[in-house]
């Protein structure tokens, strides 16, 4: 038997879970009458409004529809969608955000983001992405190419999130606010470029306050990939050694002099050679050490101008920051660590332990 200083409580239990159930804000829809969100993309209008885009309906056997408006407000967009399309736009299914790169230079991509974030109707794990050129064009193009083009986009994402494949950046909005917000962490986010017929892969791009400040390529953002993301390649291509390694994993530490004078970055780098095109001939010891010397000369170079690259425009995505915490100490402020930050002496040690192509005739 419930003894009766607890039925107090339970009437009040019960009579939440009855007036929750019976919210006056409940929305009765039927299927039919709903068409789920799979990406909201967003690019500069005029007069300084958003021009917002998206696909509907996704995953059932009907036309697609291309859907774009330009608003002042991103909610507004939404409701705007509703009142020219014959089913009412649903956001619970949201699982991409694109930016156009030029709002993302300008800055204030956190409002729309926390737009998104307040709505208890969509899921935190919305990949964010930066887009370089006209997305819409390329979208309205597929149309008529591939079927369930969003919904795709969305599945490749999910794959290299999911398998760490160290290829691309991924973030989602609830990641990119978190590090917005840490005083020792700037957020990163990747980038693609958009035309009529392809959608690739750029690199990432690395924000402060809120705006982009810069986006490795190519070496630069592999080595990215090594130093911060992944800590894995699958394919290392370095055309000008001729050379491409396979199956890269790497071991960073970092270590702060206590005046925050220099930073010593050691990079031990393990993989296989995969292919070689070059004049050596690997198969003796002396000249394999030669190209592994080459190797390990070339990355540090080009660690050395993507750090310094970083240094100039002070953006700290590797949380270097975070090694100048000691215990019993007090922590830096975020100008304090800027100008340590800024005016660094960095030096770089590659240490590569790679397995050859084929087997090697030691030296006696």
Known sequence: M??????????????????????????????????????????????????????????IKEKKRFLSKEVDLLKQGGKEFNLIYYRELKQGQLRMLLINEELAKEGGIEKLINTILVDPDISMRVYLLIVRGDF?????????????????????????????????????????????????????????????????????????????????QDVSDEIFQLLDNDHFLKVLAIPKLSISLGRVRSNIRMKLSSDYSSLSLHVGLKGR????????????????????????VYLEEQTSELLKSMQRLKVDPLEVGTHSLKPFSKELTEEQWLKYWGNMKINVDFDIKIQPLINVERLS
Request: charged letters at 25%.
């Open 273 to 296: 050679i995969e292919e070689y095109q070059g004049e050596k001939n690997i198969q003796s010891e002396e000249p394999l050490e030669h190209l592994i010397h080459e190797i390990e």
């Open 136 to 216: 819409d064009e390329y979208i309205k193009n597929q149309l008529t190419k591939q079927e369930n083009q969003d919904y795709f986009l969305y599945r490749m994402l999910k794959h290299y999130e999911e398998h760490n494949q160290g290829e691309m950046s991924i973030v989602n909005i609830h990641q990119f606010m978190k590090m917005l917000y840490s005083p020792l962490k700037d957020p990163i986010v990747p980038v693609f470029h958009a035309d009529k017929n392809n959608f690739n892969y750029v690199g990432t791009a690395f924000f402060r306050n809120d705006k982009e400040v810069m986006v490795t």
């Open 2 to 59: 419930i003894p009766y200083k607890h039925y107090g409580l339970l009437a009040i239990v019960s009579l939440m879970w009855i007036v929750g159930c019976s919210s006056p804000y409940v929305e009765n829809n039927m299927i039919e009458e709903i068409a789920p969100v799979v990406f909201w993309s967003i690019d500069k209008g005029t007069e300084g409004k958003f021009k917002i885009s998206t696909l509907v309906p996704p995953l």
